[in-house]
């Protein structure tokens, strides 16, 4: 047997001063013999620890072999048989803490780089398929479900329910189907193209798609259970911007990570004026938090032609919530972290714009809840810093807008939706998933939680 | 698609259209406002339902051309479709019997405050009604607000029509008169609904005012048309679009109007730019 790669095959990328000023794909993507080399690494291992950390139960070692015996379309097969999105999973799940983390490899070397092998497949079916024809089911089962918002909890669960042979009809509030993939997550991290085609394959499934429809508002869940449905999916995710409720908030150039993103992603303001949505493009940009939503936005503000961009984080790097890819990712194009600092106002001109944030900084003491080092402020150590856009990306919350209109289904303090562990709500065949249940998380659980929902409904229907 | 079904022009740069779009007008009640998108482009604005009728499915929207957007529209006609128009959004307006209010429209705000004052009257309220425009020709919804209202009253700012003077001048008067206002209900440029607030702070005299601050998605997920209201911070489209008058900071939010005051400019003249040499 030859000896052990002890590396992950690197991925080719964009050179950071260069991209730094467009919105093209950052990671270039695995060449055929990038992903044979990278396949070659994986032991298929008899107990196959990786899938121990798939929320969504893709037979690893089994599209990995496939790659090895270059049956690209055959691992890609593999995959959809669980996964429905895997060119927007290859490029945005943290596979460091999911499978990767448990790869055998991983013990002594670098695990094999599942995600990227994931990604060459689910691209090389794009480029290599001209063959669109529905996915048709064998035969309808006579019974409909209304799954609410296109996010990748309600795009997994439709497209495993009609799997099933249900009718399956999405009701979107935006005009674009996606959710966080296509208002949130920028198109140098997952293009939108990318994005469209997969949400093309759910409805070669037969998924019908209603957009523009807000549910709570254009039509309520009750409504939908008299026009038909015998169940519901709500995957709603958690779309409310936190403000910290500081002075100055109000401030014009002050944004929500969610506005800012969802009009440069969604509303394609970064090609203003071809496009009518605008955007504030400044030259100081500052960004709040320390997750991917703030690396997210810092490294859209460097994009619109910014000459600085801080991220300001209460704690310190080790712990930033995002990804470490991307935290490297924003430090390579030159992002400056401004880590244990807090701001405590935002200070206007007399036009009322953004002209500085005054900070303090903090210092680590002992764990909280979280069982991360609690950041206290530093008594006396203030300072501005002169700005001309702040961008708040400290954390979305839940989105009253269906629930208010539900009141008969349960939702917990914070306003989530409250379920079992099978995503039943308190309201007969409503089911929920994805963000509006757990908080803010990741695609991949977003998806888990569509899944064992469809279980759950295909269970309760079919008894 | 949407596709508009007859259109009006009420007035230079104000226009009428009717709209097919069943959901919408199934659910809409007065107070409430659409988003709309024309076309891939587009920007998503939003705009009061003026009008709906459930049976026929439909739903009219009266606007004035402003900018890029609104302008486009202008330009649309019957048999033509717009790509999006998401609703109803915004909470529906409190309608109750309290008496006597005066309700004032100042500009397009007329096209707001009508559907308001139809239905107060309706719940029996006895209705006193202003409507104001800069001058004659850009005066709408007269005969409308005559039907909706006991009692109608213009002013127009040039004295080219009824009253030469602002809506407040009409309001004083009224105030002045004696006779009990329950409820002052006030919608136009901002700048009116202050000072509008304003007077009836010193009498004493409960207002509300609808606010528009420039939206995006109308849901509550952006947090762009967020204004201050006796010092906490509130979504107008899901929190509104109305308010009680007293404590909206009007100032915060003239000034949040203006953020894309440049934009606007050079949208609009690449625009005219694009028309002229299409029309040659
Ligand atoms: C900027 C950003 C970057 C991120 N980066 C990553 C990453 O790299 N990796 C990762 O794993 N996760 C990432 N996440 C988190 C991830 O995107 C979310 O956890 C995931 O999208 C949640 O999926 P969901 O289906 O529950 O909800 P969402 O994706 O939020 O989708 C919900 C959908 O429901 C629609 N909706 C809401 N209300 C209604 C209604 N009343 N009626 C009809 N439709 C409605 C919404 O418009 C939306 O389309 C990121 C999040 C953000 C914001
Ligand atoms: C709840 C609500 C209801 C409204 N109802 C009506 C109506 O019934 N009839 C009507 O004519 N207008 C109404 N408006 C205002 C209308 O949305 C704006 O005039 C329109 O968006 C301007 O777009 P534009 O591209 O033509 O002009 P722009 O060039 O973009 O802007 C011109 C002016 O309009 C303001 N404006 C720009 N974008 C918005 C926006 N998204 N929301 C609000 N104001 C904006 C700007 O501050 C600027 O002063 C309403 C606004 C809100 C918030
Ligand atoms: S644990 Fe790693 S080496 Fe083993 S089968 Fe999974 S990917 Fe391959
Ligand atoms: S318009 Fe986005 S929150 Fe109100």
């Given amino acids: 047997m030859a000896k052990i790669i002890k590396e992950k095959t690197p991925i080719p990328e964009q050179d950071p001063k260069i991209r730094r000023q467009n919105f093209n794909e950052v990671a270039l993507g695995y060449s055929e013999e990038d992903a044979l080399r990278e396949a070659s690494r994986c032991l298929g291992c008899k107990d196959s620890p990786c899938l121990a950390g798939c929320p969504v139960e893709i037979d690893i070692p089994a ?65 290599n398929t001209k063959d669109l024809q529905p996915i048709t089911c ?77 549910i709570g508002r254009t039509l309520t869940i009750d409504d939908l259970f008299s026009e038909g449905y015998d169940a519901i999916f709500v995957g709603v995710g958690a779309g409310l911007p936190h403000f910290m409720d500081i002075p100055g908030e109000n401030l014009n150039g002050v944004y929500s990570a969610n506005e800012y993103l969802t009009r440069v992603n969604l509303m394609k303001a970064y090609l203003f004026p071809e496009y009518d949505t605008p955007i504030k493009k400044g030259k100081r940009v500052a960004v709040v938090g320390g997750g991917n939503v703030a690396m997210d936005a810092a490294r859209t503000a460097l994009r619109l ?60 003491g002992e764990p909280d809840d979280s069982g991360r080092r609690r950041p206290i402020p530093i008594e006396g150590s203030l300072f501005k810093i002169e700005v001309d856009i702040v961008v708040m990306a400290i954390g979305n919350g839940a989105n009253p807008l269906l629930t208010s209109a539900t009141p008969d289904m349960a939702i917990n303090k914070w306003g989530y939706i409250i379920t079992d562990d099978e995503g039943r709500t ?20 977003a998806m888990g939680a569509g899944k064992r929902a469809v279980r759950a409904i295909h269970k309760d229907l079919t008894e | 698609m949407f596709k ?27 107070g409430q406002f659409i988003v709309l998108k024309i076309d891939e482009y587009g920007e998503r604005i939003p705009l009061t339902i003026y009008e709906y009728t459930r049976d026929k499915g439909t739903i009219s929207i009266i606007f004035q051309e402003v900018g890029k957007s609104t302008m486009q529209l202008g330009t649309l006609n019957e048999g033509d479709c717009l790509s999006d128009i998401i609703g109803p959004l915004g909470c529906p307006t409190k309608i109750e019997k309290v008496g006597r209010v005066v309700t004032i429209g100042g500009g397009v705000g007329t096209a707001v405050i009508y559907p308001i004052t139809r239905s107060l009257k309706e719940a029996n309220n006895r209705v006193t009604s202003i409507i104001g425009a800069r001058t004659r020709e850009l005066l709408i919804l007269k005969e409308e607000m005559e039907k909706a209202s006991d009692e109608l009253f213009i002013t127009t700012d040039d004295g080219s029509y009824g009253r030469h003077g602002l809506v407040t001048d009409e309001l004083k008067r009224l105030i002045d008169e004696g006779e009990k206002i329950d409820l002052i209900f006030a919608i136009g440029p901002v700048i009116m609904m202050k000072a509008v607030s304003n007077l009836a702070k010193q009498y004493n005299l409960k207002t509300m005012v609808s606010l528009n601050s420039i939206m995006v998605d109308g849901t509550g997920m952006c947090g ?25 900071d009007f100032d915060e939010l003239m000034n949040r109007q203006r953020i894309y005051l440049n934009e606007e400019r050079l949208s609009i003249e690449r625009y005219r730019e694009r028309e002229c040499r299409r029309n040659g």
Wanted: charge should be positive.
């Fill in chain 1, 305 to 364: 032609g910014a000459d600085q961009v801080f991220i300001i984080y209460r704690r310190s790097q080790v712990e930033m919530p995002a990804r470490r890819e991307e935290v490297h990712h924003a430090e390579e194009e030159g992002i400056e972290f401004k880590t244990l600092t807090n701001p405590t106002r935002i200070i206007g001109d007399k036009q009322g714009w953004v002209k500085e944030i005054e900070c303090i900084r903090m210092e680590l």
């Fill in chain 1, 426 to 445: 308190t309201k007969k065949g409503v089911y929920a998933g994805g963000d509006i249940v757990t908080g803010s998380a990741t695609v991949i659980s």
């Fill in chain 2, 4 to 30: 508009i079904l007859a259109k009006k022009i009420l007035a230079s740069g104000i226009k009428l259209f009717e709209i097919e779009a069943p959901l919408v007008a199934r659910k809409a009640l007065p």
């Fill in chain 1, 63 to 127: 599209f990995i072999s496939l790659i090895k015996e270059r049956d690209y379309l055959g691992a890609v097969r593999k995959i959809k048989e669980k996964n429905a999105l895997p060119a927007i999973c290859g490029r945005v799940c943290p596979q460091e803490t999911q499978c990767e983390q448990y790869c055998t490899l991983g013990k002594r070397f670098e695990p094999v780089a599942i995600g990227r092998l994931e990604r060459f497949v689910a691209d090389y079916e794009m480029v």
């Fill in chain 1, 138 to 214: 064998s035969s309808p089962n006579g019974k409909s479900i209304a799954v609410v918002g296109s996010g990748p909890a309600g795009l997994t669960a439709a497209a495993d329910l009609a799997k099933l042979d249900y009718k399956v009809t999405i009701f979107e509030a935006l005009h674009k189907t996606g959710g966080v993939l296509v208002y949130g997550i920028p198109e140098f991290r997952l293009p939108k193209a990318i994005v469209e085609q997969e949400v093309e394959f759910v409805k070669r499934l037969g998924v019908e798609l209603k957009l523009s429809v807000v």
């Fill in chain 2, 224 to 248: 762009c048309c967020r204004v201050t209201v006796k010092g906490r911070t509130k979504f107008v489209c899901v929190d509104g679009p109305d308010f009680e008058a007293e404590g909206v």
